[in-house]
């Protein structure tokens, strides 16, 4: 068996498609960019959240960081983040080892999650008018398939409950034990 020195360098040969291949290379569009969802409409604004969440500091961000944190939040990989927010991807992934950087970006995930939901809770009534109104259509593939969304949502609220009190039990039982 020849060794790597004894081998002959090769420069490759290049490659020849046929040309039906590159007439349709040719005509076959480019993948658009990806863009971040409108993130003032996904994401709370920045430093400016009031109530019961926490103000995001972004002092210590610098004003790339600052730019980057609303569209790196958007998207779940780091790839697409990074490409999206127009930054290098070690330099995103450089960016999510900085403590500041990890934590504002985790409080804004927080925050936007918890925006989710409150605008899921706004939809919780007109989500059961039309559970209803599916309970009463004529056909009775979709009054099951109605009755079955609404019996699992119960029991998973039921076990949600539950976990509530048992966690409030639990809370009671280790105060009273921390108690001198």
């Given at each position: 068996?020849p060794t790597s ?6 420069s490759?040969k290049?490659?020849?498609l ?7 290379a040719l005509?076959?569009?480019?993948p ?6 409108d993130?003032?409409s ?10 019961n969440?926490?103000e995001?500091?972004?002092s210590?961000?610098?004003p790339r ?5 609303p569209?790196?939040?958007c998207?779940?990989?780091?790839v697409?983040?990074?490409?999206a927010a127009?930054?290098?991807?070690s330099?995103?992934r450089?960016w999510l080892?900085d403590?500041?950087?990890s934590?504002?970006?985790a409080e804004l995930?927080?925050?936007?999650a ?5 605008k899921l809770?706004?939809?919780t009534p007109?989500?059961?008018?039309v559970?209803?109104d599916?309970?009463?259509d004529?056909d009775p593939?979709i009054r099951?398939?109605?009755v079955n969304y609404?019996?699992s949502?119960?029991l998973?609220?039921?076990?949600l409950?539950n ?6 039990n639990?809370?009671?039982a280790?105060s009273l034990?921390?108690?001198?």
């Amino acid at each position: 068996m020849p060794t790597s020195k004894h081998r002959k360098h090769r420069s490759p040969k290049p490659a020849h498609l046929p040309v039906k291949a590159t007439d349709n290379a040719l005509k076959t569009p480019l993948p658009a960019p990806i863009h971040p969802p409108d993130p003032p409409s996904v994401l709370p604004a920045l430093a400016e959240v009031r109530g019961n969440e926490r103000e995001i500091d972004l002092s210590s961000l610098s004003p790339r960081q600052q730019a980057a944190l609303p569209i790196v939040a958007c998207f779940p990989t780091i790839v697409q983040a990074a490409r999206a927010a127009g930054v290098g991807e070690s330099t995103l992934r450089r960016w999510l080892t900085d403590p500041a950087f990890s934590g504002c970006l985790a409080e804004l995930r927080r925050q936007s999650a918890n925006l989710a939901r409150r605008k899921l809770l706004e939809l919780t009534p007109l989500c059961v008018s039309v559970l209803a109104d599916a309970m009463r259509d004529p056909d009775p593939a979709i009054r099951l398939r109605a009755v079955n969304y609404v019996l699992s949502f119960n029991l998973r609220a039921a076990e949600l409950e539950n976990l509530r009190s048992n966690l409030e039990n639990l809370e009671t039982a280790v105060s009273l034990l921390q108690q001198p």
